[in-house]
């Protein structure tokens, strides 16, 4: 069973940066999109930023020019790099692989961000 590990989450003030991690436990194969979402305390779970195969990405209107996915292919990694950071960023990050049979998940790592 492939896992997803995440690391990176924290506690950070307003303005800060944190660079989120996640890793599979085994290769992956036919991965069509990479990408992070989150869930805040009594909402929905909602997409980041995501990147297909190709490279292309998107993201959320309200991370645009502060959150940057990137990935390492050798290491079934991707990251996500978090500046400018806002209370309203709080939430669980969770990074999710997704094939076209199968949708893998992380467990969550929690990103508190203090005004």
């Known amino acids: 069973q492939v896992r997803l590990v995440e690391s990176g989450g924290g506690l950070v003030q307003a303005g800060g940066s944190l660079r989120l991690s996640c890793a599979a436990s085994?290769?992956?194969?036919?991965?069509?999109?990479m990408g992070w979402y989150r869930q805040a305390p009594g909402k929905q779970r909602d997409m980041v930023a995501t990147?297909?195969?190709?490279?292309?990405?998107n993201y959320a209107d309200s991370v645009k020019g502060r959150f940057t996915i990137s990935r390492d292919n050798a290491k079934n990694t991707v990251y996500l790099q978090m500046n400018s950071l806002k209370p309203e960023d709080t939430a669980v990050y969770y990074c999710?692989?997704?094939?076209?049979?199968?949708?893998?998940w992380g467990q969550g790592t929690q990103v508190t961000v203090s005004s």
């Open positions: 085994a290769v992956i194969f036919d991965i069509v999109t």
């Open positions: 999710n692989f997704r094939t076209n049979y199968t949708n893998y």
């Open positions: 990147m297909r195969t190709g490279g292309s990405t």
